[in-house]
């Protein structure tokens, strides 16, 4: 088992074992809440220390800091899916019963804010610079919460991309720039690295679109279309739908490219690229119907351009595009 693997599972053992609140009841939702999902945003952190070129072993101390930052992302995660569930009245979430459709609106409010509440101690317990990094990001996915409105109204891929990089994808800048913070890398190092994420997150966004046309409900864990039922638009409805799926798998590859250039060259930041892609070819795989074979071929070909652009061998043919990269 690799480091990350085996920070990775302490952080499911940390969620598995979160502290009581005192009410059994809470508790109990606390747990359902925080049952595992993909952990990609700690698995960001993780990786994002590692390719820093920390040790992740060297000290106890470090280990405790890059722990405690992608257990603040997810905590930070998990809240505002709990109260995302509230504002789209969600019934389902991981395959169960969602917070609000088992306790109703008011317990699922304090829930949420209890896992903020912890999320922010977590940060803390990683480093200051961390909880300053934490507290930016709830700022951001709350102000494109508030955007989510204005996208019925006026709907354009330009709006759309505001939305998801506040609401989505600063969350992964944040878990990339936790770990290298974590890591204690440069200050430019931590810059390089959120760029990295944030348009990693980017990229997740648009395959979550994509997932929302074409995944399967039950493999997916919540129903699928919620985004045309509460009437906000998506890259991929703003491309014509389905018929858009080339398009959308284009803008997957071109952030991946973007996050690409924002690392310089070396074995740590290839590594951490080759991630980025198998990560989002893994997600869409895993929530799609095998049986389907019409889009399965279409996914294989519309996602061919994610080998190239997580591939470290593209340094070799593409520039950095950054002057401040790792």
């Not at 300053?132 to 759309?160: F, I, K, N, Y």
């Not at 638009?233 to 973007?258: K, Q, W």
């Not at 997600?283 to 652009?309: E, I, K, M, N, Y």
């Amino acid at each position: 088992m690799s480091d990350v693997d085996d920070l990775l599972e302490r952080v499911r053992e940390r969620l598995r074992t979160t502290p009581s609140c005192g009410v059994a009841r809470v508790d109990r939702l606390v747990g359902d809440a925080l049952r595992p999902g993909k952990l990609l945003r700690p698995d960001l952190v993780l990786r994002s220390a590692v390719a820093t070129g920390s040790d992740l072993g060297r000290t106890a101390d470090v280990e405790r800091r890059v722990i405690e930052g992608a257990l603040s992302v997810e905590l930070l995660h998990v809240a505002t899916l709990v109260h995302d569930d509230i504002i789209d009245a969600a019934d389902v979430r991981r395959g169960r019963p969602s917070v609000v459709a088992s306790a109703g609106v008011a317990t699922a409010i304090v829930v949420g804010d209890l896992l903020l509440a912890r999320g922010a101690a977590a940060a803390a317990r990683s480093s200051g610079a961390a909880s300053g990094v934490w507290a930016r990001t709830l700022d951001c996915m709350a102000a494109g919460q508030l955007r989510e409105a204005g996208l019925a109204e006026s709907p354009s891929l330009e709006a759309h991309a505001e939305y998801a990089s506040l609401k989505t994808a600063e969350l992964f800048r944040s878990s990339a720039e936790i770990g290298a913070l974590a890591a204690g890398a440069a200050p430019w190092v931590v810059e390089a690295h959120g760029t990295f994420g944030l348009h990693f997150g980017m990229a997740f966004q648009h395959v979550d679109d994509l997932l929302d046309l074409v995944g399967d409900a039950g493999r997916m864990g919540k129903p699928t279309g919620a985004d045309a039922t509460n009437g906000v638009p998506t890259a991929i409805s703003l491309l014509s739908g389905r018929d858009g799926l080339e398009e959308v798998a284009g803008l997957i590859a071109d952030e991946l490219e973007e996050a690409r250039a924002a690392l310089r060259p070396g074995p740590g930041a290839a590594a951490l690229a080759t991630w980025a892609g198998g990560a989002l070819r893994r997600a869409a795989r895993a929530a799609v119907d095998p049986a389907d074979r019409d889009l399965d071929a279409r996914l294989t070909t519309a996602f061919g351009r994610l080998d190239d652009a997580s591939d470290p061998r593209a340094w070799e043919l593409r520039p950095c595009r950054t002057s401040s990269s790792v």
